[in-house]
């Protein structure tokens, strides 16, 4: 992998900020975009900008069969067997909220179980609570092991006859963590129940094939891969979809439609209610071109070396609790001894050093590690060790600048 010629391929990186080099390290909230996934998104509008599955015009038609061949591009990216499983969603939090309304509605009743752990981001804890407090299901949580990891004998104890969906985080937006979803697909099978699988964090960074994890559900966010903001991915499987109801109703997700009743369109457009995102799947297509170049296997590769080096580097520092296993996907959560977050994330911009601070939408994962907030460092593709290294520095520097503050 060529790094330098990559970042070359990302006019935003080449920029400073506050007189330093921009060193870009908030991948898990958002990625950068490349000039193909750019101009993809500009050539849609400059040049074949129209509404989809509506006339015959030609730019409608071009229009469509870009829409749909976008669709067709993420059916193989993640192996799903058929386009009719791949619904186009504004992100991963959108995904989660459709399977919860409807699969959860439908199958979900009093006494049921919905299982998912600490680790879990709000987008797939909270429409869970609100379809638990409908249905009257209850909603349970693994516990996990002081290094931030699931034993497979806890999914085992919690995982019962009663429970009818378990959803997980693929990637821990906040400790790292790669959950072991295929073994965790196989307890919930066994059990009756569907397994969920919460991609955001895995979907940019790592191969997955959808037919081998055996999951039910994936979903997962295009700004987190080089795609734009506001389209996403929910895959489901065929024969769950087909019996669920759409959550959104209105246009173009019809059939027939009388004065009192309608027929919905077959899948996958019975979920896609309204103008599609067509830009941001045409997008998102180029996104997955740019990836699939350079390979998924050597991106999650470069992002675990990263990954390592920072640990490393990080375990001589003084004060520096960091959180997570040590086998991880690329990113570092940490607090500084005395130092707020906040603190330490604005003292690291002023060195060009661009991180997160705060809860990281997991705040139910923040009291069961006893902390209101961390500093959060992720990694991508395009970043360098030495970058890690700069980092590196503007930690020292954070410290010393405290240190002088408090003494
Ligand atoms: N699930 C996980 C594991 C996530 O990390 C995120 C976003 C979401 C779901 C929601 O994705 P969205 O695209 O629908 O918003 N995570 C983060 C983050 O860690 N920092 O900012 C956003």
């Known amino acids: 992998m060529d790094v330098k010629e990559i970042r070359k391929q990302f006019p935003i990186l080449s920029q ?21 996934v750019i101009d993809a998104v500009a050539n ?29 591009r993420v059916r193989k990216f993640i192996n799903a067997k058929s386009t009719q499983e791949i619904i186009f969603t504004r992100g991963t939090t959108n995904g989660l909220n459709m399977v919860a309304q409807s699969y959860g509605r439908t199958n979900l009743s009093e006494g049921d179980e919905i299982v998912i752990t600490y680790m879990e981001h709000h987008a ?81 960074h790592m191969k997955i094939d959808v037919q081998d994890l055996n999951c039910d559900f994936l979903a997962f966010s295009g700004h987190k891969m080089c ?26 997700m019809i059939d027939f439609v009388g004065l009192y009743e309608s027929t919905w369109k077959e899948l996958p ?6 103008t599609p ?15 699939e170049e350079i390979g998924l296997d050597e991106i999650f590769q470069h992002e675990h ?22 086998e991880r996907a690329g990113l570092i959560t940490f607090n500084l001894e005395n130092i707020h977050p906040h603190d330490v994330a604005t003292v690291l911009d002023a060195e060009g050093v661009a991180i997160r601070a705060g809860h990281h939408c997991a705040q139910p994962l923040m009291k069961y590690l006893n902390v209101t907030a961390t500093a959060r460092a992720s990694f ?9 290294d700069q980092f590196i520095r503007a930690i020292h520097k954070t410290k010393e600048y405290f240190a002088d503050v408090i003494s």
Not at 44 to 71: C, F, I
Not at 230 to 248: R, S, T, W
């Open 44 to 72: 849609y509008y400059r040049e074949y900008n129209s509404n989809v599955h509506r006339g015959v015009h030609t730019l409608g038609t071009k229009a469509t069969d870009a829409y749909e061949g976008a669709r067709e």
């Open 305 to 326: 070396k990263l990954a390592q080096y920072a640990l490393e580097q990080c375990a001589s520092i003084e004060g520096m609790t960091i959180y997570g296993p040590k």
């Open 380 to 388: 991508y593709l395009y970043n360098t060790e030495e970058e890690i």
């Open 124 to 204: 797939n804890l909270i429409p869970w609570q609100q379809v638990a407090k409908e249905t009257g299901a209850q909603l349970k949580y693994i516990p996990l092991q002081e290094d931030g990891t699931v034993l497979l004998e806890d999914v085992e104890k919690n995982v019962t006859s009663h429970t009818k969906i378990v959803s997980i985080a693929l990637v821990s937006n906040v400790l790292g963590t790669i959950n072991p979803v295929k073994e965790i697909a196989e307890i919930a099978h066994k059990n009756g129940a569907v397994l969920v699988v919460d991609a955001a964090q895995g979907a940019p």
């Open 16 to 36: 400073k900020v506050n007189g330093r080099d921009l060193v870009y390290l908030d991948n898990a909230a958002t990625s950068q975009k490349p000039h193909a």
């Open 269 to 274: 457009w019975k979920f896609e209610a309204g």
């Open 227 to 252: 795609a734009p903001t506001g389209i996403g991915v929910l895959y489901g499987k065929k024969n769950l979809l087909e019996d669920m109801e759409p959550v959104e109703t209105g246009g173009e």
């Open 277 to 291: 995102i067509i830009a941001g799947a045409i997008g998102l297509a180029a996104a997955i071109d740019f990836l």
